[in-house]
């Protein structure tokens, strides 16, 4: 589902990470984020207080954009989210956070999703291809 050109912006784009409950959408950009080797998308709980009250409420559903605006690429990703709280992943993203924000912040926990689907939002023929 995730193929080497989705992997590739995945890894060097900020994400846009979207959420709705109650009719209220939400979306924020992540920077600390990363592709598991198995395909999961995992982003770090700095500031997602809202997207994770959403998560609880909507069964997890989450959208993540990604996109290069110099190339025209772009691709939609819905899938699941699980909130974790320990373990090597949060560990990993807490040291992270706290070298960028020089141990003013951390990361509370990550965001694990299982993606579902691919959408191609790159302009062209391809576009709303589902991958």
Do not use: H
Request: hydrophobic residues 45%; proline residues 2%.
């Amino acid at each position: 589902m995730l193929n080497e050109n989705v992997v590739k912006l995945l890894k060097a784009s900020m994400w846009d990470l979207a959420t709705c409950a109650d009719g209220e959408p939400n979306v924020v950009p992540v920077a600390f984020k990363d592709v598991t080797e198995d395909g999961r998308l995992v982003v770090g709980d700095v500031f997602l207080e809202t997207t994770l009250n959403n998560i609880r409420v909507n069964d997890g559903k989450i959208a993540i954009s990604v996109y290069d605006a110099q190339k025209l690429e772009g691709y939609q990703i819905k899938g699941k989210a699980e909130y974790v709280t320990v373990g090597r992943l949060v560990d990993t993203f807490k040291a992270m956070v706290e070298k960028v924000f020089r141990g003013t912040a951390t990361a509370k926990g990550v965001l694990v999703i299982t993606v579902e689907k691919v959408i191609i939002t790159t302009p062209g023929a391809e576009n709303k291809k589902i991958l």
